[in-house]
């Protein structure tokens, strides 16, 4: 065994101890299983050769996109051994501990004689996909395409025979949908000399360069050389695998398809554009331009589960691609079909109706750019030169949305669905829409503002509050942070089954540091304050204040549990007090600790809600 492999191996075998074996899942990105606080990731812009350049223009131009977990696993639908294993079901070899004769045992029983790669490109198509991303090797080692470097591989492993990745590139061309492919590079758990398999394998006896010359190599290589163009490799969970590796992937995707782009979990940041956490819509406040794209599951597995029909509302994936497209990111929704290669009905409709919403409003996403505009409460905006679509997705009381500060002289204001004019009123101010009566209340309405000169960036000037609402966040990724204090990401599992990241600042350890937020308040009025946050029981009984100018309201930490990354961390919501604004105007909302010594808590957000 040589030094590279038998580090990578121990460092495998130090985190699978640590955690039990098939504990370490999703977010297996190397660090050690009780690290809880990580860096937060930047979003800003890169250099760029100019074939990726031009493909990042294509990829940003596209916005939305499909991502398909597709394996044997689908065959077992989260089942194995008559027992249900809830969460990821690609996950299910791992969660259950099966060694991989028996695993592999599913590729016999595996054919999908539904598969219809063209009506699953019609489908998304319909559904408003621009491209696709889909598993060619997931964790269990188990190729969805025909790969003379392992037998384990759907034309000569399963009775199904046919390579499915062959004719989704026949059909992607024939429907005009980008093509790009998944390949797990490190973790590959039915081979001796592969990451993850703890339960089965000694990592410490792991030789991955074997591994990688052998198995990830060849493949890599067959993907790009026998599907055509592929628009991006969608590396993931480098984990623990050095630089050097990625290094050679990066170079071989590009030596063969130099316009090929790639995603950071490539690792050791020789990604060509970010891939956020699962789950997650990086906040506006740390995106300064830069290429990312977020991806989502529909329900809470990513590989088909047949018990798991969670699917998120359509009204929810619309709100998800707005978000993300006015933030200037794709919006990557992922769907597994089932055993015999359908997609299932209750992810289908979902997908449908939002294709048919961007029928109509698909202008306010394809091709827009970042909103120019602060966090207002009635919804989000995209851009594109002079027109501004403003995404109403919480409507206001009183039926008038507000853009403060929007100045450069409007010429016209439309509903983008039928055109329809709409009132307006534009001052020194701002902008004030009247929305039409009668629209249900969760639709996105799209609002088409068109100017002389397209509008300027105003994402500093501060979140807008309105009574017309009610409750308003402050997220502390939004907050200006006193010097000493520090935005970090906390990664635990929120809640069951869903291992999400949330950020809180460190370093609020004296009076004389804070976290602020700039809010422009539209109406004068009192607003109730709320705090979600996460305590220990050392930080239980610690006081500490919430102040606008001479105003204080002070309050004491109560214990909620310790943060642990795999565990589900509660967030309790306390209410403060009432804060009274005179005017209509700007404030600086602070959060300080009343006295030195220790961490105040683990705050997420503070919220403010109109008070009558
Ligand atoms: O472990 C995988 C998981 O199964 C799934 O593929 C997701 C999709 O982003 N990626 C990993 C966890 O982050």
């Not at 410490?204 to 592929?230: C, H, I, M, S, W």
């Amino acid at each position: 065994m040589n030094v590279r492999s038998l580090s990578i191996g121990m460092l495998a075998a130090v985190m699978a101890t640590a955690v039990g074996g098939a504990a370490l899942a999703q977010d297996s990105v190397g660090a050690p299983p009780e690290q809880t606080h990580f860096k937060v990731s930047s979003y800003k812009p890169m250099s760029h050769d100019a074939a990726t350049a031009k493909a990042l223009e294509r990829f940003n131009d596209d916005r939305y996109s499909m991502f398909i977990h597709w394996g044997i696993y689908a065959q077992a639908g989260g089942v194995i051994r008559g027992k249900r294993y809830y969460g990821a079901s690609e996950w299910l070899m791992s969660n259950s501990k099966t060694p991989s004769a028996e695993y592999l045992e599913l590729a016999k029983d595996f054919n999908p004689v539904d598969f219809d790669a063209r009506a699953w490109m019609k489908t998304m198509k319909a559904a408003g996909f621009r491209y696709m991303v889909i598993t060619a090797k997931h964790h269990d080692g188990f190729a969805m395409f025909k790969s003379a470097a392992s037998p384990h591989n759907i034309v000569d492993g399963t009775r199904f025979g046919r390579d499915p990745l062959k004719e989704l590139a026949e059909a992607a061309k024939a429907e005009g949908i980008g093509l790009g492919f998944y390949y797990s590079q490190y973790q590959d758990w039915t081979e001796p000399n592969g990451g993850g398999n703890t339960w089965e394998f000694d990592p410490k006896k792991a030789d991955f360069e074997e591994y990688f010359n052998r198995k990830v190599v060849p493949q890599v290589t067959e993907l790009l050389t026998n599907y055509g163009p592929v628009r991006e490799i969608w590396f993931d969970t480098p984990g623990p695998m050095p630089a050097e590796y990625s290094r050679r992937l990066r170079d071989l995707v590009k030596k063969l398809q130099p316009g090929c782009l790639l995603n950071s979990r490539i690792g050791n940041d020789l990604g060509d554009y970010t891939s956020p956490s699962d789950s997650e819509i990086p906040p506006a406040s740390l995106v300064q331009g830069g290429d990312w794209e977020s991806v989502f599951t529909h329900n809470r597995s990513w590989g088909y589960s047949a018990f798991d029909n969670d699917f998120k509302s359509t009204n929810t994936l619309i709100r998800l691609l707005a978000t993300s497209a006015s933030r200037g990111g794709n919006f990557m929704l992922n769907m597994g079909p089932d055993g015999r290669g359908r997609f299932p009905d209750g992810a289908q409709k979902r997908l449908l109706a939002v294709g048919a919403w961007l029928k109509v409003n698909g202008d306010s996403i394809y091709g827009t750019t970042r909103s120019p505009l602060p966090q207002t409460p009635w919804g989000v905006a995209t851009q594109k030169g002079s027109r501004l679509y403003l995404h109403v997705l919480d409507r206001p009381a009183d039926g008038v949305v507000r853009a403060p500060g929007l100045t450069e002289p409007v010429t016209k204001v439309s509903l983008l669905a039928g055109g329809g004019a709409l009132r307006f009123k534009q001052d020194a101010g701002g902008l004030s829409v009247t929305l039409p009566a009668g629209t249900a209340p969760s639709d996105d309405l799209v609002v088409v503002v068109e100017t002389q000169t397209p509008v300027a960036a105003r994402r500093d000037q501060g979140i807008v509050l309105s009574r017309a609402y009610g409750r308003q966040p402050l997220d502390v990724a939004d907050a200006t942070l006193s010097p000493g204090v520090k935005l970090d990401a906390i990664k635990t599992q929120l809640s069951v089954d869903d291992l999400r990241k949330f950020y809180t600042p460190v370093g609020l350890d004296d009076p004389s540091k804070s976290v602020s937020w700039t809010v422009q308040v539209e109406q004068a009025g009192d607003y109730h304050i709320d705090l979600e946050y996460s305590a220990t029981k050392a930080q239980a009984g610690h006081e500490g204040t919430v102040e606008v100018g001479d105003q204080k309201r002070s309050f004491g930490v109560i214990e909620t549990g310790a943060i642990e990354r795999r565990k589900p961390t509660f967030l309790t919501f306390q209410p403060v007090g009432i804060l009274h604004f005179d005017k209509p105007g700007r404030y600086q909302v602070s959060l300080r600790p009343q006295a030195s010594g220790q961490e105040l808590f683990a705050l997420r957000t503070l919220y403010l809600t109109p008070a009558n």
